[in-house]
């Protein structure tokens, strides 16, 4: 691994990216009195106008322009956007309805859903660690539900949409930046459509609440766009494993968040439960850390 993967810079953008990720619930609680699909649109509709815009600044529109051109690469990006938009909305309804906690969950548990998504789909084979580590993982879940006498639903939503997510993005290699201004494309026309229809109703909220929240709204695209922008810098710059330790850093904080500022319940059984999971994480993410030292020891 060379020292440029290892850059102060890559380590700095990754940490910011996640730790906005992390911090994403106190901008969305203060959006609480807007319905989950309004927030969603201007989402859509604003990170689609800062998307293009800002490629239009960088001359980037090429890219963009031949992703557009192919339509075996627009039916994936369809996909992908409408999993991406489930997701949103999963999560964004989560944290307005105070179930930050429990959406924390989800992208606790993401990293070993995608092992087993690769196993299915892939044909990869985990190492016995990784088992152990998924075991162990669906153990604290299924101690998680039984203490809450439900299966956790949010978490399983946000966790499945994510990891086909990035499957698909995987699958369709299409860079960052223009894939996710394609997904905002192919999205907005309905996101607008929703938008208008709220306007003609009366029930927008945009321009009829408070200006604050009129702000928060539009802010949105951007608050959607620059966590992608670094993590993008920092994953070309960092090695998959410690890529992977600084991802713990959103559910991490998500979950502070929760229990923290907004009084979520975090009793000892849930408490049990998390210390469970954090134990799998933690063989999960020791068992990657030593892989991908041993392959920088071979030079691989």
Known sequence: MSSERLSPRGLAAAGAAFTLWG???????ALSAVPSIQIIAHRVAW??????????????LGPLATT???PRLIAGLATSALLISA????YVWSVTHQHIV??????????LVNVLLGVLALRERPNAVQWSAIALAALAVLYIAIEAGRPPWIAFAL????????FVRKVIS??????????TLLLLVPALGYLAWCEAAGVAAFARAAPAISWLLAGSGIVTAVPLFLFAYGARRLPYSTLGLLQYIAPSLQLAC?????????APGRAAGFALLWAALILYAADGLWRGRALARAGV
Do not use: Q
Request: aromatic share 16%; glycine share 8%.
């Open 23 to 29: 911090l994403f619930p106190v901008y969305l609680h």
């Open 174 to 183: 299409v860079d960052a930046l223009p894939g996710l201004a394609t997904e």
């Open 159 to 166: 966790a499945m949409s994510f990891s086909l997510y990035g």
């Open 258 to 266: 929760g229990v923290l500022l907004y009084h979520e319940s975090f």
């Open 87 to 90: 997701n949103w909305l999963v």
């Open 102 to 111: 429990e959406s924390s969950l989800g992208y606790y548990i993401n990293p």
């Open 68 to 70: 557009l051109g192919k």
């Open 47 to 60: 990170s689609c106008l800062f998307l293009c815009s800002w490629m239009l600044v960088r001359r980037e």
